[in-house]
């Protein structure tokens, strides 16, 4: 079922940070088929361009804004050819957040340089954006965090990233809870693995995806199609009394992607049996 036929974003201004690939962009697909005004922001050119004739052969009115939002000139910058072009910000969806190969690690040996990374672009600077964007929604409007379900389970090799993300959690609580009197509602959504192209590099085989669908109750993993309607629902006038929640969209699958794996490849190290003396 499209989204548009669940819920209707006419005349609503939709930002969607990293809204160019994978997950970002299966929100900024779902914003334009329901009708939404979708401003789209990324690090690279290239994929805002493809990502933006996508969008507007799906009838949508598009902007893409090349923008880091680890600067706070760029968020200003999005947010002020947002208000140029369509005169408004009605929804604002962080979606912009990862932990780069090169800065992953199990907790033990995390360098500050690592931390300081994944911290900050996860919840640093997605706090700010999300000030950025109730500042400028004049008359309320709806912001959706993007998290993940690393943020409440156990998140072994990225418990930085995880812990990141948890901060997100709770700021959402709060800023439902500050910014409510403005009318303007603040939910986060917790995605479980959901099959991007940078996550393709590491579900590159047939045995590696068939583990990963093994611990999904209903028996695949996600597309990037599959969380978009769930935000689109959250910034449309459907979920008017819906702020504050943590909504996560796993297939029914709590475990975080690397937790087994991890497991297994301690307990290759050290047996049952050893573990048991070693206590």
């Known amino acids: 079922m499209s989204a548009a036929g669940m819920f209707s974003l006419a005349g609503k201004t ?3 940070t990293g809204g160019a690939k994978g997950i970002g962009f299966g929100i900024s697909l779902a914003m334009a088929r329901c009708g ?19 969008l507007e052969a799906e009838g949508a009115q ?24 369509f005169g408004r910000i009605d929804g604002w969806v962080n979606n912009a957040g990862s932990a780069r190969a090169e800065d992953v690690g199990a907790l033990i040996d995390i360098r500050e340089d690592q931390w300081d990374r994944v911290v900050d672009l996860n919840l ?3 706090f700010f954006a999300a000030q950025a964007a109730a ?8 912001i959706v965090n993007i998290t993940s379900r690393s943020a409440s389970h156990a998140n072994p090799r990225t418990g930085h990233y995880g812990a990141a993300k948890a901060g997100v959690e709770n700021l959402t609580l709060t800023m439902a809870a500050e910014w409510g009197h403005l009318g303007i509602r603040v ?23 068939r583990h990963q669908t093994e611990l999904v109750p209903l028996q695949r993993i996600g597309q990037p199609d599959d969380v978009g309607p769930l935000c689109a629902c959250l910034v449309s006038d459907a979920a008017a009394w819906t702020s504050g929640a943590v909504i996560a969209v796993h297939g029914g699958s709590p475990v975080p992607m690397g937790y087994v794996s991890y497991m297994r490849q301690v307990n290759r190290h050290i047996g049952p049996m050893d573990a048991q003396r070693q206590e």
């Not at 500042?135 to 709806?142: D, N, Q």
Request: glycine letters at 8%; charged letters at 20%.
């Open 135 to 142: 500042r400028a929604m004049k008359g309320g409007g709806a």
């Open 14 to 16: 939709v930002v969607v």
């Open 124 to 126: 640093k600077w997605t």
């Open 36 to 54: 939404a005004q979708v401003v789209i922001t990324g690090r690279s050119a290239d994929a805002l361009g493809h990502a933006q004739s996508q």
């Open 62 to 85: 598009v902007l893409a804004v090349q923008a880091d939002l680890t600067r706070s000139d760029d968020t200003a910058r999005v947010i002020e050819q947002a208000l140029a072009r």
């Open 187 to 209: 939910n986060a959504v917790a995605p479980g693995v959901v099959m991007t192209d940078e996550l393709a590099t590491t579900l590159n085989t047939e045995a590696r995806i």
